[in-house]
Nanobody
Framework: QVQLVESGGGLVQAGGSVRLSCVAS????????MGWFRQGPGKEREFVAA????????TYADSAKGRSFISKDNAKNTMYLQMNSLKPEDTAVYYC?????????????????????WGQGTQVTVSS
């Protein structure tokens, strides 16, 4: 089992940046893929970005592409999401997730049902 804890959210002005962190404990960190999802007010949870077990491969939702950067530091058991040029529509609770059912795969998934370990979320609010 893996425990995931997000941090780094807060109130940000439009055009600003935020760096979210997700610390994992439990299973060896560099064996499974991870992702970031978000859920805005009145919206369904949506995919933001994913990264493979060793950090070499990444993928992004169209809404995040070009202004977001996902990374992981396996030595620190931590995954990051840097988001720039924030917009009010980026306001959401951001969740990190682990794809623990698969190991050592470069196939990145964007469906929340493919992830079976979730953090509690961190709120990002972007003011206009």
């Amino acid at each position: 089992q893996v425990q995931l804890v997000e941090s780094g959210g807060g109130l940000v002005q439009a055009g600003g940046s935020v760096r979210l962190s997700c610390v994992a404990s439990g299973r060896i960190f560099n064996t499974y893929n991870m992702g970031w999802f978000r859920q805005g007010p009145g919206k369904e949870r949506e995919f933001v970005a994913a990264i493979n077990y060793n950090g070499y491969y990444t993928t992004y939702a169209d809404s995040a592409k070009g202004r977001s950067f996902i990374s992981k530091d396996n030595a620190k058991n931590t995954m990051y999401l840097q988001m720039n040029s924030l917009k009010p529509e980026d306001t959401a609770v951001y969740y990190c997730a682990g794809d623990l059912r698969r190991s050592y795969t470069n196939l990145l998934r964007s469906d929340a049902d493919d992830y079976n370990s979730w953090g509690q979320g961190t709120q990002v609010t972007v003011s206009s």
